[in-house]
């Protein structure tokens, strides 16, 4: 588990974009089931786990190649106030 964050460069968690909170979210419940299901094997957790950690390498390497697919996945920041003025979202 360690390794997989590690791998993921998830060394922060004051920056998390909506991305790194759904990996989390799913990461949370492959742990979570493999927890409360008896039945499912140190083998396939770890298959799963290695699965889970080939796709988000996937992802990492496409967000860093494509600005397009960067754009689509994380979006951009809309600013709401600037020098001290509430600005309407367009």
């Known amino acids: 588990m ?3 964050i590690n791998l993921s460069g998830k ?8 991305l790194n909170q759904i990996q989390n979210y799913i990461l ?3 742990i979570g ?3 409360c299901n008896s039945s499912i094997t140190i083998i396939q957790f770890m298959i799963i786990l290695l699965i ?19 754009q ?3 979006g951009h920041p809309v600013i709401l106030i600037h020098n001290g003025q509430s600005i ?3």
């Open 72 to 74: 689509l996945v994380e």
């Open 52 to 70: 889970w950690s080939l796709i988000v390498m996937i992802i990492k390497y496409l967000r860093n190649q494509s600005l397009l697919f960067r």
């Open 2 to 4: 360690i390794l997989q």
């Open 33 to 35: 089931g493999v927890i």
């Open 11 to 18: 060394v922060d968690f004051a920056v998390n974009t909506p």
């Open 28 to 30: 949370g419940g492959i």
């Open 88 to 90: 309407m979202c367009k």
